[in-house]
């Protein structure tokens, strides 16, 4: 049987309430869903690839069709190796669009057999981003808004007294 797998790749560093929003619906619309987290970032993670994919595991432990996995090189060569047909990635405001819309392109030059398709975030979650949760939680602030209940304190306790994340 012809399976409708797609990816939903990201940094997930940490995962956010949007993020899970995203792949939460995306599990509604398709067969399977391979959640795939960049291992190899161009800038340091403050997770490792060990922890950011626990943490996923732990907030989307009540779906069943998902993978979490690590994966590094391209995405378009990891989609085709592993059968997804299409990327699922959020949207949240015009300015992700460019970005966004060049990594799509590039992707579906990469691998013709590859769409992406982007799912609206969610009002409640326009404005939210890993960089933002890590920017308030080592500022001491309120990150429970933003990260999925059972993974806030471990995310907090992490980030509270990086002064390194300070700024960024
Ligand atoms: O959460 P992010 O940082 O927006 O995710 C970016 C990600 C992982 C989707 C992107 O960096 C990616 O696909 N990296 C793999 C390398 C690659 O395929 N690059 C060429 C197409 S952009």
């Not at 306790?157 to 390194?164: A, M, Q, Y």
Request: aromatic residues 8%.
């Amino acid at each position: 049987m012809d399976t409708n797998t797609v990816i939903c790749p990201g940094s997930f560093d940490p995962v956010t309430l949007g993020h899970i929003d995203i792949i939460k619906r995306a599990t509604k619309m398709f067969d399977k869903v391979i959640v795939a987290v960049l291992v190899n970032m161009s800038k340091t993670p403050s997770f490792t690839i060990d922890e950011r994919i626990a943490f996923l595991e732990e907030a989307l432990s009540d779906v069943d069709n998902i993978e979490i996995v690590g994966f590094s090189g391209l995405l378009a060569d990891y989609a085709k190796e592993r059968g997804a047909k299409a990327v699922v990635k959020g949207l949240r405001a015009m300015s992700d669009f460019e970005y966004e819309f060049q990594m799509a392109l590039t992707n579906k030059k990469l691998n013709p057999d590859l769409d992406t398709v982007f799912l609206t975030s969610d009002s409640q979650y326009m404005y939210l981003s890993s960089s933002m949760v890590k920017q308030v939680a080592s500022l001491g602030g309120d990150i429970s808004f933003f990260v999925p209940a059972c993974i806030h304190a471990k995310v907090y306790e992490r980030l509270k007294n990086n002064s390194n994340q300070k700024g960024k």
